[in-house]
């Protein structure tokens, strides 16, 4: 079982900066696949971004493609997003999910533990 808890989300201009955290629990987090979805209000839940247990391959979405990194320290326990010139489109509750093992990581099927979400919002 992993409890994964989110933060750092807020309130910024467009073309700032946030920085993401997620903190987890559990002694097997660093063989999981780690990722960041995002849902608008009335919109689905969508693909952020992703990075494999050895940091080797990350995956993003090409809207936050050169704008958004993610990072992970398996020492911590932890996996964060570094988000760069936000757009008021990125405006979403930003949720930090587990894929136990690692098959398809952009999909949001595939993870089996869940955050209770970090609230973005990008004024324009």
């Known amino acids: 079982q992993v409890q994964l808890v989110e933060s750092g989300g807020g309130l910024v201009q467009a073309g700032g900066s946030l920085r993401l955290s997620c903190a987890a629990s559990?002694?097997?987090?660093?063989?999981?696949?780690m990722g960041w979805f995002r849902q608008a209000p009335g919109k689905e839940r969508e693909f952020v971004a992703a990075?494999?247990?050895?940091?080797?391959?990350?995956y993003y979405a090409d809207s936050v493609n050169g704008r958004f990194t993610i990072s992970r320290a398996n020492a911590k326990n932890a996996v964060y997003l570094q988000m760069n010139s936000l757009k008021p489109e990125d405006t979403a509750m930003y949720y930090c999910?587990?894929?136990?093992?690692?098959?398809?990581?952009?999909?949001?099927?595939?993870?089996?533990?869940w955050g209770q979400g970090t609230q973005v919002t990008v004024s324009s």
């Open positions: 999910a587990a894929n136990e093992d690692g098959s398809r990581p952009t999909e949001s099927q595939a993870y089996n533990y």
């Open positions: 559990g002694r097997t987090f660093s063989t999981y696949v």
């Open positions: 990075i494999s247990w050895n940091i080797v391959s990350t």
